[in-house]
């Protein structure tokens, strides 16, 4: 919701019991369903019942998803074709109404590349959907194929659960971004955020709500803070590629599909510190440190107030989200905001997950192209003394097509722990794999190029590899390995 202008700025700003109402109550709602994390219980295929920790957002997407499972695959498709089809008629027949219309515009009116993007989402979703050419293209007998058939997984699996996320994840989003919240923690993260990331305080929360939950949250928030003016290029695309930080759900997906789930402790402790050396390093070289510092299509750059003299940053902190909550019109503008996410998140970005997360599983899975990629890596691996070094070589590059393909193969093919263990916890640190959050980026409003997404790919492995090498020798040699 773009903010309006009002004559009191933040300096001179009285809140009233109202404006603290407007704060603290859909902040906190916010809070719990975007950040606090819970547990759930899960009941495998064996009947055993398991316990892990999820975001209450999506929780209620799981929910809904089992709920409305014969029903979703039927809604994807039709959001993929109305995606593709209306796109198509946009472009071709230049509709005066919704060119006009600076919503509907910029739904449909896309460049060419993305409306091919998203006619060849739409296409792989009819083949699936209909069971035609899945035999020959999407069927495998190998048992990498994630859940048997590469494009069932992209279809069936993936872009079904992001329809149902992103409905509830757009639609609750301007509890976080409308009501001050963002404003209070960016003022109380602005020492450490600019210095440390060159990045603003507010950014600290898109971290917060991948680390705790989900790396599609984050590149949602980025997304939409940037197109509203307080992310430059660089800072969108720093944030984008640098902070979807990896859920605590995921990782423990991932160490347990290589069998170290008691290694846990271990493994986060090794990514945390991995990471953040790569969000320190990667802001600061090419091609981050590139982007112009300039605002979405020419937007003028979000007054930042400066904090009145003898006024602690905490009070400084709550004057911002108040004086932010006091220019919230209402409820209805605020649901209409969430609408128009949810629709931008359907029609822009499932139908761009759907295509290349297809595309990337195929490569890796069908061709050897990871394997030619790989070779150049295996004399560093034996540089560093990690054991079966020619076996691993090209797992630190399949992650680029999916994060879990390395974890499916090390499972596979790799005997050693401590192989396994960096296999695993590089993985985790890449952050950028094609099947989601490449394909997030490259369909949202985030300015990053497949090029650069190729290059940050390899730079965090080139950051983070040795650093978890190291660790992984150190708890070794401590004996917590």
């Not at 902070?243 to 995921?250: E, G, P």
């Not at 402790?269 to 991995?274: E, G, I, K, Q, Y």
């Amino acid at each position: 919701m773009e903010p309006v202008e009002t004559r009191e700025q933040p300096g001179h700003f009285k809140a009233s019991f109202i404006d603290y109402v407007w704060f603290l109550i859909p902040s906190l709602l916010g809070v719990f369903l975007f950040i606090s994390p819970i547990w759930q219980s899960k009941v495998g295929e064996d009947g055993e019942v398991t316990r892990e920790i999820t975001l209450p957002v999506a929780w209620i997407a799981n929910w809904a998803s089992g709920e409305l499972t014969d029903f979703l695959p039927k809604l994807t498709l039709g959001i993929l074709l109305v995606s593709a089809v209306g796109s198509l008629i946009v472009k071709l027949a230049k509709p005066k109404r919704i060119l006009d219309h600076p919503f509907w515009s910029s739904l449909f009116n896309v460049s060419w590349f993305w409306v091919g993007a998203r006619t060849l989402g739409c296409l792989f979703g009819l083949m699936v959907f209909y069971e035609y050419g899945t035999v020959t293209l999407f069927q495998t007998d190998t048992e990498y194929v994630v859940d048997g058939g590469t494009g069932n997984f992209a279809f069936g699996e993936l872009a079904t659960f992001l329809v149902v996320i992103f409905f509830f994840a757009g639609l609750f989003l301007p509890l976080l971004l409308d009501f001050g919240l963002l404003e209070f923690i960016g003022t109380l993260m602005s020492k450490i955020m600019r210095p440390l990331f060159k990045l603003p305080g507010r950014s600290a929360i898109d971290c917060v709500a991948s680390w705790v939950g989900d790396g599609t949250v984050g590149i949602l928030l980025t997304s939409k803070q940037y197109e509203a003016g307080f992310y430059t290029s660089r800072e969108a695309a720093v944030v984008g590629t640098t902070f979807s930080f990896v859920s605590i759900t995921f990782t423990i997906v991932v160490l347990s599909t290589v069998g170290i789930t008691d290694l846990f402790l271990q493994a986060y402790l090794t990514l945390v510190v991995a990471g953040l050396a790569a969000a320190v390093i990667c802001p600061r070289i090419p091609p981050l440190s590139w982007k112009p510092d300039t605002f979405f299509e020419g937007k003028p750059k979000r007054a930042e107030h400066k904090m009145p003299h003898g006024m602690g940053l905490f009070a400084w902190g709550v004057r911002r989200a108040t004086h932010r909550a006091n220019q919230v019109e209402g409820v209805m503008p605020a649901a209409k905001l969430g609408v128009q996410n949810v629709m931008d998140m359907w029609v822009g970005v499932v139908p761009v997950v759907v295509a290349m997360a297809t595309v990337a599983a195929i490569v890796a899975n069908f061709t050897p192209f990871f394997q030619w990629m790989g070779a150049p890596v295996v004399p560093v691996l034996k540089a560093m003394g990690i054991p079966e070094a020619e076996e691993a070589g090209y797992m630190f590059l399949i992650g680029f097509a999916d994060m879990l393909l390395p974890a499916i193969f090390a499972a596979d093919k790799i005997e050693s722990e401590f192989t396994r263990f960096i296999i695993a916890t590089v993985s985790c640190t890449q952050l950028i794999y094609m099947s989601e959050v490449g394909s997030l980026l490259m369909g949202s409003k985030v300015p990053v190029k497949f090029w650069e997404l190729v290059v940050i790919f390899v730079i965090r492995t080139m950051i983070t590899l040795p650093i978890v090498v190291g660790m992984a020798y150190g708890m070794q040699w401590l004996g917590w390995m």
